[in-house]
């Protein structure tokens, strides 16, 4: 690179700042920030890198032993790698005009990791931090970080750094993501790369294309919310509340630096594909495995439209992809007195229409007065039990009872499950949440036992069963699990 003399700050201010523009423009050959040291790469499956270039430059991959060329068209390249098997570490050489030595790259399985506060909680805020962390160290786990972001428009670069799981770094890495990686790495023994990708507080449709939102008519209303939003902020109301805000804190000794401006809504970190065009968009098409999800509290309230939401959210980021059906596994809601079983059946119905999905249900982990329960690690372990059986083809059981059907006999309701595993328990002395409603529709409490694989469900005050719920509550207290010690998930025979 030249070397530029220049006199005079000013003067060097502005000469600097014009060759800078130069030579973005000229074009030092750069990849996507993925791919920097540390880096893990997917195995087995075609491999796609790529970044940025002066137009028309020839840029040469060289990794293991595969050597690829390529020419950016304006301004862009990308090529393909063919695929790769497990190992490391390696080396990679990016050359064109410039040449760049990426190290210490493993190859193995990737993993994304997204959603809102549950996914973005790191590990040291969970139940036995301690002990987490201190057994951290592992050189055959990289963690990656998408730094906090919003665009109205889609973003190309990813900026962030890969580091090695220690007991440093996995301190702030979700702690749900670390739990899931590290199960993966004691099976499967390859490496593991997991990018975390996360923000809390923030809905679905933050997380989804625009384009998606824009052709469902289901979906479409989300934008037109977020426009009327728009059109009724009134900036000097909210700098009148903020003031108030302010004056409340510090008459209650509260830190005032802790209360916060009121963004317009076409500012904040909740608006429509504001998350997916800065935090989702500049990752693709880095060849991953699958996703785990941690999201839907911020969408309690409209569990009908989730319903549309969710899977559209699926299908648009495998087409993004373009890497066919990968896995997508999905954490359901806990138990909290704010959430409603509504939105933990959007979830289960989403499980059950859209393919290689899973959900990992967490009824005996949550907390009724904490939207943030703190015991991650059964969540991570059983989304790595999901990615053994729909990722990996592993004969296990990954979930808990599902219900499957109903059939009445007399005044008895009879219900069948599937992933019954080797067998259904109930924690405790006798089943409960169960209820059950005749012709009139009202359902009461019932008594409910385990008969061989199905489970019976009564009562007096029921003479012809129509319906039966199971943990239809906000914050249910539940006990049916399958001898794996899986939790059932909440259902209704009456779903809507």
């Known amino acids: 690179m030249k070397q530029i003399k220049t006199i005079g700050s000013f003067g060097a201010g502005l000469v600097v700042g014009v060759l800078t523009i130069g030579i973005s423009v000229q074009g030092e050959v750069k990849p996507n920030g993925l791919f920097s040291d540390g880096a893990v790469l997917q195995q087995r499956i075609k491999l796609p890198v790529w970044g940025t270039a002066s137009d028309q430059e020839k840029v040469t991959v060289k990794f293991q032993n595969q050597t690829v060329t390529t020419t950016a068209k304006h301004g862009r390249w990308m ?15 990016i050359a064109g005009e410039n040449t760049l030595t990426i ?26 931090a301690s002990e987490a962390m201190a057994a951290a160290g592992d050189p055959q786990l990289h963690l990656f970080t998408v ?6 428009e889609p973003m190309a670069q990813e900026s962030g750094t890969w580091s090695e799981a220690t007991p440093g770094s996995a301190k702030y890495f979700s702690a749900v993501g670390y739990f899931f990686g590290r199960d993966l ?47 009724d902020f009134d900036p000097a109301k909210a700098e009148a509340q903020y003031e108030t805000n302010v004056a409340e804190a510090k008459a209650e000794g509260k830190d005032i630096s802790k209360v916060q401006p009121i963004k317009s809504p076409a500012l904040t970190f909740g608006r429509p594909s504001g998350l997916y065009n800065a935090m989702i968009a500049p990752l693709q098409p880095f060849a991953i495995a699958g996703v785990i999800w941690y999201q839907g509290e911020s969408n309690n309230g409209r569990a009908q439209e989730y319903q549309t939401l ?33 939105i933990r059946e959007a979830q289960l119905l989403t499980w059950q229409k859209v393919p290689r999905t899973a959900m990992a249900v967490i009824t005996d982990v949550g907390e009724e007065n904490n939207i943030h329960p703190t015991r991650k690690e059964p969540v991570g372990s059983r989304l790595a039990l999901a990615a053994l059986a729909i ?68 009562s007096p005050l ?27 998930t909440p259902f209704r025979t009456d779903v809507r």
């Open 103 to 128: 190290t210490n790259i493993l190859v193995g399985e990737v993993w994304l990791c997204s959603g809102q506060s549950n996914m973005e909680m790191p590990l040291a805020a969970t139940t036995n």
């Open 310 to 342: 969710f899977p559209a959210l699926i299908y648009s980021w495998r087409k993004a992809w373009g890497e066919g059906r990968f896995p997508f596994l999905f954490v359901q809601i806990a138990p909290q007195r704010e959430m409603t079983p509504e």
């Open 185 to 231: 790495r004691r099976t499967l023994k390859v490496p593991i790369g997991l990018i975390h990708s996360s923000v809390g507080g923030t809905p679905a449709e933050a997380w989804t294309a625009h384009s998606v939102l824009e052709a469902n008519p289901k979906l479409n209303q989300i934008l037109e919310r977020q426009a009327q939003a728009i059109r």
């Open 391 to 458: 990722a990996y083809g592993e004969k296990v059981e990954y979930s808990g009872p599902v219900y499957k059907s109903m059939k009445v006999k007399d005044n008895l309701a009879v219900i069948s499950f599937s992933h019954i595993g080797g067998g259904l328990v109930a924690k405790g002395d006798e089943l409960k949440g169960f209820t059950i409603a005749g012709e009139d529709g009202k359902f009461v409490d019932a008594t409910a036992k385990i008969d061989r694989q199905k489970v019976i469900v009564s």
């Open 147 to 152: 730094s906090h972001q919003a665009s109205d």
């Open 462 to 488: 029921v003479a012809k069963p129509v319906a039966v719920r199971y943990g239809w509550a906000n914050a249910p207290d539940i006990n049916l699990f399958n001898e794996q010690g899986l939790p059932a």
């Open 79 to 93: 090529l393909y790698l063919k695929p790769l098997k497990a190992g490391g570490p390696f080396v990679m050489t």
